[in-house]
């Protein structure tokens, strides 16, 4: 985790936080990791963040259908288990120079949607903060990480909190 990341500023308000992320690893690592070595119980939240490294991924030759499969075994769990799901959606630098998301974000939301969940999606919401078409350069620190600047910082932290909070309790 960076110590000067958006998490550094969100577990402020969620002292109970456990991080369990490993820096640009796929959904497929972020599923085995939370359905086997969490110990999560009925009731606790998912902060899920994996698709800028998805995103990085389907450049590099990986499967979007594959690993879109792996974010729906997640979801599958955290229903059958009472685990809520929030998800965060991070755009990577060269997508965001885009008008027009990847068919993989595309597809992301339309799977999050099917499950009935409103992710927390960055590059949206802040292009709607900002008033701008694409995300300005200065907004990232590099082409897969947000800049340590207080406002951006501090806007994911707020999108986070609201991500965990307007999630539907699990059947």
């Not at 960076?2 to 308000?13: A, E, L, P």
């Not at 499967?63 to 729906?72: C, I, N």
């Not at 965001?96 to 999606?121: C, G, I, K, T, V």
């Amino acid at each position: 985790m960076m110590k000067d990341g958006w998490v550094s500023v969100f577990s402020r308000d969620h002292p109970d936080l456990v991080n369990l992320s490993i820096g640009a690893s796929s959904s497929v690592m972020g599923a085995y990791r939370s359905i086997f070595g969490t110990g999560m119980q009925a009731g606790d939240t998912l902060v899920w963040e994996y698709a800028l490294n998805d995103a990085n991924h389907v450049r590099k030759g990986h499967s979007e259908s594959r690993l879109l499969r792996f974010v729906e075994h997640l979801l599958i769990h955290g229903r059958t288990s009472g685990i809520h799901f929030a998800p965060i959606i991070f755009t990577p630098l060269p997508d965001e120079r885009n008008l027009d998301h990847s068919p993989y974000h595309r597809q992301l939301h339309d799977l999050l949607r099917a499950y009935q969940l409103a992710p927390f999606d960055m590059s949206i919401e802040y292009r709607q903060a900002l008033g701008v078409q694409r995300l300005p350069r200065e907004v990232f620190l590099n082409a897969a990480h947000y800049a340590h600047d207080d406002n951006v910082r501090d806007f994911i932290a707020k999108g986070a909190t609201r991500a965990v909070a307007r999630q539907p309790a699990c059947p």
